[in-house]
């Protein structure tokens, strides 16, 4: 009957793992338990299995064996329990013939949420990422950075209780990155989100997360955790203090262990 | 308004349309003179001048043709929208379905109309209807080719998005995969507009040596057995009008459609 953890976990990989029918194995068995409002990032190398993983968590992917809990329940069952998932994928994933309004309220109208709810829905969601001004404009007309805002207008628009991103901010100049990741912080706070962000870089990891889960190729597998102990808010000046290069290093060096024990 | 960009579009535009139309005229000229100075008969070849003069005093039955070919132009062409359109759809609903169908819709294509258009205006007792009917088989490739291949060209990452919320078949179909294929039908409708045309004038001519028919082809038929090669060159040229009437319009539509997203109807910056 006792319970010891403090808050209930939102997500809980059950060693899940993913062999395709050709036989290649893309990731071990895997355990992972993520509590409710934690900032989760997955780190590896390319073919390191970080976005098998999350496609299995979002119900992409069907793992091979294992199970995979949101909220103590089956992925497909998400809806039942009450709770929303959004995905965010590495490329803005936008319909070029809609506006970017239209863009954002694709998952409410394939809810069928009713039109006056989701206007408004829409104007917060645009308003969060700043880009209320080009609600009526065609992706094709912005920017990426400002592309990749609309499509995380669209993942926010739904007010999920668990945000997936698969590398959102891989193919952005890096002013335009640091911009993304201040924003996406504070939006994580202003939302009490739980979030599992996918990337590569080691920076960009230490900056953004309550806990680093670090993976390594061939075939992919969790080597370590890493809780980055750190308070927020974290600025931009949070990544020049020693306390930051110190969780860097440590990253890199297991990286590194990954990488030789490949070879 | 910076007048620098609108002089420079006029610019353009007039070279897009008066060279084209320069060349025309000088082209025209020198059949002229090339007619006058060889004392060609018109029985031979006529001169765009005698040509103009036959348009002008056959208005009458010219005019009643072209509305003929026109109308079975556009059934046909209208026909062929919506049965290939509906049979791209039902490909993509069920690949069983298409992997059974695709060679006949194949085997149509290559059969030459001109083989097939006889049977059909023995069958189909109404002479219309039948050369509708070849008419619609000869465009009607385009349209299932290109639509088909455009309801599955959509993009994978927002293809697992719409599954990711669990949006339905008809969802999908109706929210993701028209607008995807909107390009790709367009580009066949293009080529079936004028293979329509061409579909019709076949069927006509076909119809036309069985002594039935009254479109422009039939025209070009007549004037042939009467040696009314003036009148044969002015039914030529309606033809070639329409069809470049067709084209235009399916342009105009193509960017209508397509003008503000798609990489091939942008205009460049």
């Known amino acids: ?263 | 308004m910076n007048p620098t960009p609108s002089l420079h579009a006029s610019r353009l535009a007039l070279q897009k349309i008066g060279i084209p139309v320069c060349l025309g005229f000088l082209i025209l000229g020198a059949w002229q003179a090339f007619v006058v100075v060889m004392e060609l008969p018109p029985y031979l070849v006529p001169s765009p001048i005698l040509m103009m003069q036959t348009l002008v005093t056959d208005w009458h039955p010219l005019l009643l043709a072209l509305w003929v070919t026109v109308k079975i132009t556009l059934l046909s062409f209208a026909l062929a929208i919506v049965v290939g359109v509906s049979i791209s759809f039902v490909f993509v609903q069920s690949a069983l379905l298409e992997r059974a169908l695709f060679p006949y819709a194949v085997l149509l294509q290559v059969t030459p109309i001109v083989s097939i258009a006889p049977l059909i205006i023995i069958w189909v007792k109404d002479t219309n209807l039948s050369m509708v009917l070849c008419a619609s088989l000869v465009a009607l490739f385009p349209i299932i080719s290109n639509t088909t291949l455009g309801l599955k060209s959509v993009e994978p990452n927002l293809y697992s998005y719409f599954l990711l919320n669990r949006a339905s078949r008809w969802q999908i179909l109706m929210r993701l995969r028209i607008p995807s294929a909107l390009p790709y039908f367009m580009g066949g409708l293009r080529i079936s507009s004028g293979l329509a045309l061409i579909g019709a004038v076949v069927a006509e001519f076909v119809a036309g040596t069985g002594g039935q028919g009254s479109g422009l082809a039939y025209q070009i038929l007549q004037a042939g057995f009467q040696l009314k090669i003036p009148r044969m060159f002015a039914a030529l040229l309606l033809i070639s009008l329409t069809g470049v009437m067709l084209f235009a319009v399916m342009a105009w539509l193509s960017r209508w459609a397509l003008g503000d997203w798609h990489e091939s109807e942008v205009q460049a910056e």
């Open chain 1, 1 to 263: 009957m006792s319970s010891l953890s403090y808050s209930t976990p939102a997500v809980e990989v059950l060693s899940a793992n993913k062999t395709y029918a050709n036989g290649y194995q893309a990731l071990l068995p895997v355990n992972l338990s993520i509590q409710e409002g934690e900032f989760v990032t997955l780190l590896g190398p390319s073919g390191c299995g970080k976005s098998t993983l999350l496609k299995m968590v979002a119900g992409l992917l069907e793992p091979s064996d294992g199970r995979i809990l949101l909220w103590r329940k089956p992925v497909a069952d998400l809806q039942a329990s009450g709770k929303t998932m959004s995905f965010v994928f590495q490329s803005p994933t936008l319909m070029p013939w809609a506006d970017v309004a239209t863009n954002v309220r694709l998952p409410l109208d394939l809810m069928g949420t009713p039109p006056s709810v989701a206007k408004d829905r829409v104007m917060e969601a645009l308003e969060l990422v700043g880009l209320e001004q080009f609600a009526s404009a065609l992706p094709r007309a912005l920017s990426g950075g400002m592309q990749m805002r609309v499509s995380i207008a669209r993942g926010l628009v739904t007010q999920p209780d668990l945000l997936l991103m698969d590398e959102p901010f891989g193919a952005l100049d890096e002013i335009t990155r640091h911009r993304l990741d201040a924003d996406l912080l504070s939006l994580w706070a202003k939302k009490k989100l739980t979030v599992i962000f996918v990337t590569h870089s080691i920076h960009e990891a230490v900056f953004l997360s309550n806990r680093v889960v670090m993976m390594a190729a061939r075939p992919g597998h969790i080597i370590q955790e890493h809780t980055i102990d750190e308070p927020y808010p974290r600025t931009q000046e949070f990544m020049v203090r020693t306390e930051f290069m110190r969780h860097a290093q440590v990253l890199q060096k297991s990286l590194e262990h990954a990488s030789e024990s490949l070879s």
